[in-house]
């Protein structure tokens, strides 16, 4: 009974349900990583090579990593700002005799699937370029994870953000950056040595690190251990701010 | 039983709620009136969990809201003042989403039995935001009874209702407690306590400054008002312990060639009284004071 996170899950699955049918969703969760995927990929693309191969290939991968951890992202930690805010609704998970991790676990299974739904959007477009772009378990693995790792942290800001415009801000401050730096547009050995410290600590350089990946290998293992360790620590903290709820 | 004691609790440096301490029987209609701002809401969030009191503890049952809070949680049923419905989600929806939370069983017979309760069964794939403000209560408050709850806690249950669905909706709550349900309600309509509470609790800036019954209350404020107008049009009401003063304070005014009215005292008047909003005292002469 109290780990119950079905009903959090199943409500969030309703909205969902509801904002697909209308015909702007899709469009938006579609527009960014497709003008991405045109203006670098087409435009600035065709004159590069990288590693040997064409740029598509290394973009689009990259371009699903991005477009799972803006969705899982946003979506959880719009969504859960508002309703704790705004609409209140937050009010009846914490009235009812579920726990706080099957709050927590309801919420972050619903923005994995907003996520994967995004994601499986920019797959079906990289199937259609010429890039010779596939899809291995442990590509599937990766996405599964990263869209794990970014619900729980918009659970984090979705519980910590004071009003609506501070979850824009966090997400300016964090997550753009992150889509940029993080080895989704280019690779990282191009990077200058003083700047890499901080980009390896960002999460999503990992996700790109592994999702890239044909088998695994050290260097994968290592990032793996770094998504999972993130994880973690995100689920545990966003728990924590939702035991330690108070109006 | 609900026994709350020594209940505190702040909001930057304004208090607002001060160590309260009182017990709510099994069974009985309980409700908590006050001025706004008084801290009735507050002390409804503390009870349901929302929000932690920095002081104080509560128990229902016997079990202790920061020990056992799922206990407690599964006790309660909530129909908060400021409607918290999805408002994108349809009426059974809404319904369907907080009986899980509550581990409803048989729940499709209890959701159709609850809507049809509240004649809202034709409109059940609606959604809450396409319902009138009347209907969105109406759903709020049915949604707090689906898991039949041995407590209820109401917070202002009738705010901006018309007369007809107030009435309405105090039928449900004096049925509930023919069934056996402790109701907890914050109200400032005064005619509401008066309507359907057991005991009423008086709040006045966060503290309790009146427990007992609607008529012991009364009793103890004064049994009846003198009203009239004063020199500058404004009205004048006292309240008198017995007839014989009341009939003292009628002869006064109206040998001053006022119109008076004298009348028995409700709960309006005890309120006013004990939360010392409205009182005047001029225009009493000091033997008037006395008689009061």
């Known amino acids: ?247 | 039983m609900i026994k709350i004691s020594g209940l505190t609790k702040y909001y930057g440096g304004i208090t607002a709620v001060n160590d309260l301490s009182f017990e709510i029987k099994e069974g009985e209609v309980f409700g908590l009136l006050g001025p706004n701002g008084a801290g009735k809401t507050t002390t409804i969030k503390m009870l349901t969990t929302l929000s932690r009191p920095d002081a104080g503890s509560y128990m229902i049952d016997g079990f202790d809201v920061v020990k056992d809070p799922y206990e407690i949680k599964s006790r309660i049923g909530v129909m908060p003042q400021e409607n918290n419905l999805d408002r994108e989600l349809t009426a059974y929806e809404n319904l369907l989403i907080y009986g899980m939370l509550h581990g409803v069983k048989d729940m499709k017979k209890k959701i159709t039995d609850t809507l049809k309760t509240i004649d809202l069964w034709e409109r059940r794939d609606s959604v809450v935001s396409g319902l009138s403000g009347g209907m969105q209560r109406r759903l709020l408050l049915a949604r707090a009874f689906l898991p039949e709850p041995s407590i209820l806690f109401l917070d202002e249950p009738t705010v901006g209702l018309d007369p007809q669905m107030r009435r309405h909706i105090w039928d449900i709550i004096r049925k509930t407690r023919v069934e056996g349900r402790t109701v907890v309600i914050t109200t400032h309509y005064i005619e509401e306590a008066e309507a359907l509470c057991d005991r009423v609790g008086i709040l006045s800036k966060g503290s309790l400054i009146a427990l007992d019954t609607p008529d012991n209350l009364k009793a103890a404020v004064g049994r009846y008002v003198v009203e009239f107008l004063d020199g500058d049009g404004r009205l004048i009401q006292r309240i008198c312990k017995n007839y014989n003063n009341a009939r003292k304070v009628t002869k006064i005014v109206r040998e001053r060639g006022k119109g008076v009215i004298r009348r028995r005292s409700n709960l309006e008047d005890v309120f006013v009284k004990l939360t010392g909003e409205r009182i005047e005292r001029e225009g009493l002469s000091e033997t008037e004071k006395g008689i009061l």
């Open chain 1, 1 to 247: 009974m109290r780990q119950n996170w079905y009903p959090i899950f199943l409500r969030e699955m309703l909205l969902f349900r509801k904002r697909l049918l209308r015909l702007g969703y899709l469009f938006s969760a579609m527009l960014v990583p497709i003008i991405y995927l045109i203006a670098f990929g087409l435009g600035l693309g065709r004159s590069v090579q990288l590693q040997g191969s064409s740029y598509l290939t290394f973009l689009i991968p990259g371009l699903v990593a991005m477009t799972s951890m803006n969705n899982s992202y946003t979506w959880v930690a719009s969504s859960l700002n508002l309703n704790r805010l705004y609409f209140k609704g937050f009010q009846i998970f914490i009235q009812a005799p579920i726990s706080p991790s099957a709050i927590m676990v309801g919420e972050v299974l619903a923005g994995m699937v907003k996520g994967l739904f995004a994601s499986l959007l920019i797959i079906i477009v990289g199937f259609l370029t010429p890039s010779g772009f596939s899809v291995t378990p442990l590509f599937v693995i990766t996405l599964l994870l990263n869209c794990f790792l970014f619900a729980n942290l918009g659970v984090v800001t979705g519980m910590l953000a004071k009003s609506h415009e501070d979850t824009a801000t966090y997400s300016n401050f964090f997550i753009m950056p992150m889509a940029f730096f993080s080895g989704t547009f280019f690779p990282l050995d191009k990077v200058p040595a003083f700047i890499k410290p901080i980009i390896y600590i960002l999460p999503l350089t990992h996700a790109n690190i592994v999702i890239r990946k044909a088998a695994m290998d050290q260097e994968g293992l290592i990032s793996f251990a770094v998504l999972i360790i993130c994880s973690i620590a995100f689920f545990v903290y966003g728990s924590r701010l939702i035991k330690n709820y108070t109006e």
